[in-house]
């Protein structure tokens, strides 16, 4: 993250009482959060390190609301900070300390349109809880794949405008991936109708894809057409002690055909990543200990329901596990013999995080390269980071298969937070550097928001800034629209 | 088609004795056709229904000689029609008869730069053949599945610009979505350097989303990093009589968990489409005659070897048709039982279009609406077309799991061309305003290019239309990429 939250040069028209008036006009009393208590959770960060501010939070209850608080901000030259459920890492959808606009909140807009389970789609309103939209579908018999920490409060339309990822990405795609259809409310506050519940549209330039991942910088997306699958009906889940991050890269490599083509995910997990989740998360227990660093949380499924006497998906895995083990890729292993077995090892997967928040400082980077460069880029940058801070205590994880890793690091024992961030901007910088020498990626899924704005300058070449910003000024000529988030103009 | 082949307005500046001296200090002579029969293969498109001109033919060897062959036309204000294969069906490679500049062809840079198994990639220049690529991941184990009756000749430059669609859309997706990085030269001549082997990158907006679908008005797409996929192993073919559109949708959605989500291809025939392949083409059998009009060429596949005595994919696919045939959904049905039996089926499937041509004239709308609709389409289509011309005579066929239906009509027995062509405005507008009222695509896989560029202007709002405009004058000021296709500026 940026050392102080200063905004690059953006519009500071204010909102005027006129404005107000016609702000209240478009969406009543009820779409309006005028007092500083009321507007507190939409300033500020979910992790609590960027406060902005905000005029006033604005929640309109339809697209044409959305549309006209848009028009009148763009007849007057006033910033929107569009938000959904203000879970992102990157500080995309708090507001600057200099905002003099609106926070446009899609909260109010929460309903499921439309669930065509033969069609295997849904038409959803942009405000629509993740978790909400799973249980939806599991409803109706199906599956919307798109799954991640944040889910029981993150809006589907911020996670598709942040093309978010998690731990289904391997088998189903990023979030653009699930999407058939946008709605979209332009800079100018036009209605872009791309709400086409189509797999297949060659008409011109896609522009869907253009406003997923621009984190609300190009529009506001208010609804969406998302893919459904079929329901999981047999699904293995096993936790894995490998030998290191290339054997679970051959691992992987080679379940695809040994499961059907039906892995579902593949984590890496280190038995540091493990040990802090056992220290600070009541109830969870360790799957098993083996001479090894390395784990791995492997997981297939199908939508075929295992039939009596049939071979079902464990007993794929099971042989597969042996094979394994004779290849000594695999030191130990076991299957969940139940859903709480299976739990327990999701929990472990999904609690990193906070355990490792509860543990007291540390450091994350969000890379990935090209898979089958991973273990090459954990060894480079292990030693890259302990070179610089022997101390520091690593635990890389996360979605191997999509050579996407979290490479996190604990704070070493008895540093305080002042020390460690002493060492941060060398730590990023051999991290990022060793990214860009491997082709990678500085922000695989958590995007770039304002705490990467500089690094995306530093790593991305000018070209491409360029042609980003051209499309930045083509479509939000005012720059009004999330102004100073993923570039400065 | 358009009823002329008349451009809009588009730069006429011409190719001058310098400016031809610049590019051939750029290519060298073997990368310039200046002869008229030289050239006349890239001035006219593959179905021979569009014939323009070209000051002369370039083709460079490199990257960074294409870079310097378009600096030099932007400098100058030349038009430049990027070309692959020139297998396009919308004459969106083809040059205008008006058309004063270049035709850049890719095909010299065919080379696969790099294949990496584990990590399921292979970097490819523009200008590979799609077979070639098929049979370099196949040397490889690995799948690369875009596949289309063009693919002896088509370029995957084409393939990628023009988003192709194909037989394996319902399992992998559209051109676009097997692609993890791009090499562009934008029209200024400045390279793009996209060319990332990341299934994750979330660093601002995706850049060759954009220049997938765009038919080269854009850029030029040079390298494409694609994705692979596990060899399949154990394939499984059938040929099914089906009740109807509606039965062959619900076949299709109970296939997904009854093949482990292994469904490969799914493809309505009809009988007349089935028939008229029969008769012109030598060789093909006829897989089963049943009381219908309807039949479904159906591909289970999956990577995973048929073990002796195991439960395989033609065994898994038997008893599913045992149990639609219950359902009375399925009438008769026929499972390949070799090579030559499925090869059969496929060459039925492939060779609709040659064997229409050899029938005579006709008319083929290539739509598509959410795939819950086809039913719906296609017997709503039926009757406005019929209603029109009681004798013409449909086979509508296609890509019924992703909703797209090449909507096709033979010409009445014993009527000319002329004649037909007398009726296809009020066809066209009759299919095409369906489509619009049931929400669908005017062109879901063939693009837009010259011949759908009045109904892409009448079908899609202003809006639409106009926020492409934005990123064309965006990242092409001077209007020489391709001009006068998909879009009037």
Known sequence: MPDTFAPPSIPTVPVTPAVLDGLRAIVGDKGLILDEQGKEPFVRDWRGSLVGTAAVVVRPGTTEEVSKVVKLCYQHGIAIVPQGGNTGLMGGATPYPTHSGIVLSLGRMNKVIEVDPVGYSMTVEAGCILQTLQETAASHDRFFPLSLGAQGSCLIGGNLSTNAGGVQVLRYGNARNLVMGLEVVLPNGDVWNGLRSLKKDNTGYDLKHLFMGAEGTLGIITKAVLKLWPAPKDVATAWLAVRDPQAAIEILSEAHAASDDNVGSCELMSRAGTDVVLRHIPGVQDPLKADTNWYLLLEWSSSRPKADGAEGMSEKLEHFLAEQFETGRVRDAVIAQNEAQARNMWTIRESVAPASRAEGGGLSFDI???????????????????EILPSIRPYPLGHIGDGNIHFSFMSPVGMDRETLRQYAPAIT???????????GSISAEHGIGVDKIDELAHYRSKIELDTMRSLKRALDPKNIMNPGKILRL
């Open 368 to 386: 990935s390269v090209s898979t089958s460069k991973v273990p090459s880029f954990i060894d480079k940058g292990l030693k890259a980071v302990l």
């Open 429 to 439: 910088r051999a991290v990022n550097d060793l990214v860009r020498d491997m082709a």
